[in-house]
C-alpha cells in the first residue's frame, strides 16, 4: 500500500533526527515525527514543548502543547519564558520544527496573512506562536509542509520567520545564532539550501518525479547534481503511526 502524503512527510521527517537531539516539538505532524522518531532510531531524544515540558515521556499522542501527559515522567516543568530565553536563546535546542502557509526560495515562512495588503489581506493566518524564535535560534531547523505551488511562492507575502532572508550570510549579519531550515520535507521529496541559500530539490521519494516538483513550486526549481531517492517507509514505521501513536487518526486522515 502506498503511504499517504501525510505519512511520507511524518516518517522522513522522523528520520532527521538524532539519538540524544534536544528537540522543540510543535503540535501536528512534526509531534508525531518526533514521537515516532524516540520509538524507533532515537530513544535518547529529549522532547521540549512549549508550554514548559523538558524530556517529555508521553504514555500517548498529545493533543497540544499543554496535554497533561506530557508532565508525568518528564525532566522537569518551568514557565515558557524560560523555555525560550534559558534554553531556545541560550543554544541548548539542537532542532525546531516549522510550517507555515508559504515557505519562499530562501526558507522565509509567512504564517502571518495572504495578499499584500497587511490592514486588509486575502486571508488572515494564526501568526507566529514560537516560530519565528524557533527559526531565529534553534541550531538547526526543518520545514514540513505539503508541496503545492501556492505554498511555495518565490516570496512570502509576508516574512513571518526568518529563513535566510534574501541570500546565504543575512542571518549572520542580523545576528541569528541557529542555522536556520537547512531541510524541507514535502511529499514528493526533500529541499535543501544552496551556498547561496536557495532552496533546492536534493531527493525524490519513491515513485515521485523532478517533473512533479517543478510543477509545484513557484520558482524555477533547481536540482541537486547528486540527486537521492528516499529509502521507502517500512511497515514498522507505519504501524507505530496508526496503531501505537494516532490510533482514531486525528493527524493521519
Known sequence: MQPSSAELMIIHAARLLKDGDVVFVGVGQPNLACNLAKRTH??????????????????????SIGDPTLVSGSLSVVSMYDIFANYLQRGNVDVGFLGGAQIDRFGNINATLVGT??????????????????????NRCYI?????????????????????LNGAGEREA???????????????????????????LTALHPGK?????????????????NLQITSPVTERELQILHEEL????????
Not at 532515537?42 to 493533543?63: H, Q, S, T
Open 42 to 63: 532515537a530513544p535518547n531524544l529529549v522532547m521540549i514543548y512549549e508550554a514548559g515540558v523538558i524530556g517529555a515521556e508521553p504514555a500517548r499522542l498529545p493533543l
Open 117 to 138: 495588503d497587511y490592514a486588509h489581506p486575502k486571508v488572515r493566518l494564526p501568526g507566529s506562536g514560537g516560530a519565528q524564535e524557533i527559526a531565529a535560534w534553534a
Open 144 to 164: 514540513l509542509t505539503p508541496h503545492q505551488k501556492r505554498r511555495f511562492p518565490a516570496a512570502c507575502d509576508f516574512r513571518t520567520s526568518a529563513g535566510y
Open 174 to 200: 542580523l545576528g541569528l545564532r541557529g542555522k536556520g531550515p537547512i531541510g524541507v520535507v514535502t511529499d514528493i521529496g526533500m529541499l535543501a539550501p544552496d551556498e547561496t541559500g536557495e532552496l533546492i
Open 209 to 225: 518525479t523532478v517533473e512533479m516538483a517543478k510543477e509545484n513550486t513557484g520558482w524555477d526549481l533547481r536540482i541537486a547534481p
Open 246 to 253: 494516532d490510533p482514531t487518526g486525528i493527524y493521519l486522515k
